[in-house]
């Protein structure tokens, strides 16, 4: 398992859809890098100045929108994962 630090975030790719809207079948190389993914475990927070930790603002299994090209992408026992800055993380679905 991957245990993030400070406010880093590790969040689970959601796979793009494999057909488009009108039925095609699409290969790998035309799919989209996804935007949204779970998040899988989270860092205890940021350092404030003052030694106390910023609370984080998602949690473990919160679905989320994410920058397109933001964090760095890892395969752990053969899953992909990103790890993203709480801030790289713009919305949390619900």
Same mark, same amino acid.
């Given at each position: 398992?991957?245990?993030?630090?400070?406010?880093?975030?590790?969040?689970?790719?959601?796979?793009?859809? =494999?057909? #488009?809207?009108?039925?095609?079948?699409?290969?790998?190389? %035309? +799919?989209?890098?996804?935007? @949204?993914?779970? &998040?899988i475990?989270?860092?205890?927070?940021?350092?404030?100045?003052?030694?106390?930790?910023? =609370?984080? #603002?998602?949690?473990?299994?919160?679905?989320?929108?994410? %920058? +397109?090209?933001?964090?760095? @992408?890892?395969? &752990?026992?053969?899953?992909?994962?990103?790890?993203?800055?709480?801030d790289?993380?713009?919305?949390?679905?619900?």
């Open positions: 398992m991957i245990r993030p630090l400070a406010d880093k975030v590790v969040v689970e790719p959601l796979e793009e859809e =494999a057909k #488009s809207a009108g039925g095609i079948i699409l290969p790998d190389t %035309a +799919k989209k890098k996804p935007q @949204e993914g779970v &998040v475990a989270i860092g205890p927070g940021k350092v404030l100045d003052d030694g106390s930790r910023a =609370a984080m #603002s998602v949690k473990a299994g919160d679905k989320v929108i994410y %920058a +397109k090209y933001g964090g760095t @992408e890892v395969t &752990v026992g053969g899953k992909d994962y990103v790890i993203l800055d709480q790289s993380i713009y919305a949390i679905k619900e």
